[in-house]
């Protein structure tokens, strides 16, 4: 059993910048891969960005890519996104996620075994 605890949300400027954590603890951390989503009202979960257990590569969604970046420290068993140049359209609560596929990008939010908590984000005009 994989718990994650992700925080780091909170109200930010249009043009700022923000950065998540995600604590993980449980299982074999090393075989699960790790990223985030995020849900705004009304809509549904989507993809933001992702790091493989396998090969350790990075996949971020395309409304994302050069604005947002996943880094991991393997001491802390941690995962960060940094997200900078936010825009008000980035506003959603953010999750966490692992999974024991290889490519958490190439599964559905309905697939994915572990969840954090939800930290929101929001970005005011």
């Known amino acids: 059993q994989v718990e994650l605890e992700d925080s780091g949300g909170g109200l930010v400027q249009a043009g700022g910048s923000l950065r998540l954590s995600c604590a993980a603890s449980?299982?074999?951390?090393?075989?699960?891969?790790m990223g985030w989503f995020r849900q705004a009202p009304g809509k549904a979960r989507e993809f933001v960005g992702s790091i493989s257990w396998r090969d350790g590569a990075l996949y971020y969604a395309e409304i994302v890519r050069g604005r947002f970046t996943i880094s991991r420290d393997n001491t802390k068993n941690t995962i960060y996104l940094q997200m900078t140049s936010l825009k008000p359209e980035d506003t959603a609560t953010y999750y966490c996620?692992?999974?024991?596929?290889?490519?958490?990008?190439?599964?559905?939010?309905?697939?994915?075994?572990?969840w954090g908590q939800g930290t929101q984000v929001t970005v005011s005009s």
């Open positions: 996620a692992a999974d024991s596929s290889a490519y958490l990008s190439q599964i559905g939010a309905n697939s994915v075994d572990y």
């Open positions: 449980g299982g074999t951390l090393s075989t699960y891969s």
